[in-house]
């Protein structure tokens, strides 16, 4: 699915990356819980049940380690995972866009996300989440636009590109790189990634290696 050729060594080091345990830190409901900035993070975001749990547990290989459910808006902390041998550490924000949860809870997510993403000067990189089946939503562009406001690099993951047929597909490709096309913030490469069948994970792991490395 890739339509970048990257460099042998640098897949190399992406695989590596994650062959390596990561680990399951802590989940934070205030800024305050947040650990020190001294690592290199990434995070990722999504609507409520786009599989975000599903990608980051395909991506670091271990099944249990974020947890998924059938219920949207499980997630309600900022959980931290933590490589064991390299310099990076994974966020994992609440689900958003999940109009049953209580009006209450979805103020202090939100809040907590907004303080999360103007507050980390650590933060390297935003891994936007879209299903691959329906697009951006008005949601997600809320989402870009305060990454962009806020100067946060990100870039668009598309989950369940197993799921469309290739017209539908294309279609939504399309339509993610036409909403991205001139938002200062955004990487301009769209990665398409398939939980189950394991596709674009060498790629998503090459980029965030890339990361790493500069």
């Known amino acids: 699915m890739s339509t970048i050729d990257y460099a042998p060594d640098m897949i190399e080091r992406g695989r590596l990356l994650f062959a390596r345990p990561f680990l399951f830190v802590k989940g934070c409901v205030s800024i305050a819980d947040l650990p020190e900035m001294d690592r290199v993070e990434i995070s990722f975001a999504g609507r409520s049940n786009v599989?975000?749990?599903?990608?980051?547990?395909?991506?670091?290989?271990?099944?249990?380690?974020?947890?998924?459910?059938?219920?949207?808006?499980?997630?309600?902390?900022?959980?931290?995972?933590e490589s064991q041998s390299e310099n990076l550490r994974i966020v994992d924000m609440p689900g958003y866009g999940y109009a049953k949860a209580p009006q209450d809870k979805v103020r202090q997510w939100t809040k907590l996300i907004h303080r999360y993403l103007v507050g980390r000067a650590t933060l390297r990189r935003v891994y936007v989440l879209i299903d691959g089946r329906h697009g951006p939503k008005d949601t997600d562009l809320t989402v870009m636009d305060e990454l962009d406001n806020s100067a946060v690099s990100y870039q668009i993951v598309l989950t369940k590109a197993d799921k469309p047929g290739k017209e539908e597909l294309d279609q939504?490709?399309?339509?993610?790189?036409?909403?991205?096309?001139?938002?200062?913030?955004?990487?301009?490469?769209?990665?398409?990634?398939?939980?189950?069948?394991?596709?674009?994970?060498?790629?998503?792991r090459t980029e965030i290696a890339m990361l790493l490395e500069n």
Do not use: M, W, Y
């Open 172 to 204: 939504v490709i399309a339509a993610t790189r036409a909403a991205i096309a001139k938002r200062p913030a955004a990487h301009p490469h769209v990665i398409l990634t398939s939980s189950v069948k394991g596709d674009g994970l060498r790629e998503l």
């Open 51 to 81: 599989g975000k749990s599903s990608l980051i547990n395909a991506l670091c290989g271990t099944s249990g380690l974020a947890r998924t459910s059938n219920t949207p808006g499980r997630t309600q902390e900022l959980n931290i995972f």
